[in-house]
């Protein structure tokens, strides 16, 4: 069975663009989680999805979003990056009950 | 409202000496209880979890965790540290929220190995 997959591993950026991250779930797996991981905040719950629609959301600004495809996979963007959004962001599935999650290996994000 | 506290940023044992990292949650319904593992540049793994089944549960690479609900702990042992047991471990809750399901992870433990 495939793992979650995100791409890109590594993205470099400059303040004020904009990134837009991918994540492939585990096949039949409909709930993706996006988090974010910084050293001085941990791991911060960014959204979850479940069957293209949103349902959960953390304490960030409206400039982050995502979006969940009919095939699962789910997207979240950036716009208008600032220096403190430079983290990894870690993308999970899960079957949607209380099984934990599976992660992918993250989206390393560099703003400068 | 769910929350996590990990005892101690770092751990530091000798190889073959016990593990043991700390975790004490805050729930008001019962909740379900996960370690994981992230090693360097990598996610997160899943090394166990509790759901309410059995109170010690067994998980990957020789780990296991004790649910203590009168002392809402959840801590980590494994009776010989490896080298390779050198990582950063997470304890997470998880429990209903609007709409569903919310994980919270605790600040996580890094454990060191001395050879």
């Known amino acids: 069975k495939a793992g979650v997959t995100q791409t890109p591993r590594y993205l470099i950026k400059t303040r004020g663009q904009q990134v837009t991250l991918s994540c492939s779930p585990i096949?039949?797996?409909?709930?993706v989680s996006w988090y974010q991981q910084t050293p001085g905040q941990g791991l911060q719950f960014l959204f979850e999805?479940?069957?293209?629609?949103?349902?959960n959301k953390g304490n960030f600004p409206g400039r982050f979003s995502g979006r969940q495809f009919s095939n699962s996979r789910s997207e979240m963007n950036v716009s208008t990056l600032e220096l403190g959004d430079s983290a990894l962001y870690l993308c999970?599935?899960?079957?949607?009950?209380?099984?934990?999650?599976?992660f992918g290996s993250g989206t390393r994000l560099t703003v400068v | 409202a769910q929350s996590v506290t990990q005892l101690g940023s770092h751990v530091s044992v000798s190889e073959g000496a016990l593990v043991l990292l700390r975790c004490n949650y805050s729930?008001?319904?019962?909740?379900?209880l996960f370690w994981y593992v992230q090693y360097p540049n990598q996610g997160l793994q899943l090394l166990l979890k509790?759901?309410?089944?059995?109170?010690l549960v067994k998980g990957i690479n020789g780990f296991e965790a004790e649910f203590k609900k009168s002392e809402t702990s959840f801590h980590l042992t494994k009776p010989s540290a490896h080298m390779s047991d050198a990582a950063e471990y997470f304890c997470?809750?998880?429990?209903?929220?609007?709409?569903?399901?919310?994980?919270?992870f605790g600040a996580g433990t890094r454990l060191f190995v001395k050879a």
């Open positions: 997470a809750v998880s429990g209903p929220y609007t709409g569903g399901f919310k994980t919270i």
């Open positions: 729930s008001s319904v019962p909740p379900y």
């Open positions: 999970a599935s899960s079957g949607g009950g209380q099984g934990g999650y599976t």
């Open positions: 509790y759901t309410s089944a059995a109170t």
């Open positions: 999805y479940f069957s293209e629609t949103q349902r």
């Open positions: 096949s039949g797996h409909r709930s």
